[in-house]
Each structure stands twice: as structure tokens, then as C-alpha cells.
């Protein structure tokens, strides 16, 4: 009989939320950047020369991308942590 435990899933959707995390501030500072601003990591803004505010916004792309990052993600995790445990 084949033991089934969700544990692996967890945690490959965890790993995932936190790539995505991380994946997600690289990229608003790198949009930023790309807008001729500069991002004050304090107040997590995005400013132009003037002291202007410059609204950053979340892409169709970019959403995407979190979506096949997170299903790739939590999936070779999940892989990953069954083979190496053997669960």
C-alpha cells in the first residue's frame, strides 16, 4: 500500500509563496529602475528625482509568471522532498 501525506505539497506551496515573494520585490524594484526612479527599501516607494511618488503597477505578465513560478515551484519541491524521503 502506498503511503499518501500532504506534508510534501505543503511544503512545496510554501517554498513557492516565498519565491514568488521574493520574485515579486525584485521585480517592483526593478520596474522602478526601469522608470528612472529610485526605491527607498525603508518605505518600500518608488521615487522620481522630484520626490514624486511613482505608482507601480502588477502586470498581466507578471501574474503569468507567479502563476507557472508557483506550479513549478511547489511541484519540483514536492518531487524533490518525496524522493529524498521516500514518502
Known amino acids: 500500500m502506498m503511503k499518501n501525506t500532504l506534508l510534501p505539497s505543503l511544503v512545496g506551496v510554501l517554498a513557492s509563496l516565498f519565491v514568488v515573494w521574493w520574485l515579486h520585490g525584485f521585480l517592483l524594484v526593478d520596474s522602478c529602475l526601469d522608470n528612472s526612479g529610485t526605491f527607498n527599501y525603508e518605505t518600500n516607494l518608488c521615487m522620481d528625482e522630484n520626490s514624486q ?35
Open 53 to 87: 511618488l511613482i505608482e507601480l503597477t502588477t502586470s498581466s505578465a507578471m501574474l503569468v509568471t507567479y502563476c507557472i513560478v508557483i506550479m513549478l515551484v511547489s511541484l519540483l519541491t514536492a518531487s524533490l522532498i518525496r524522493k529524498t524521503f521516500k514518502i
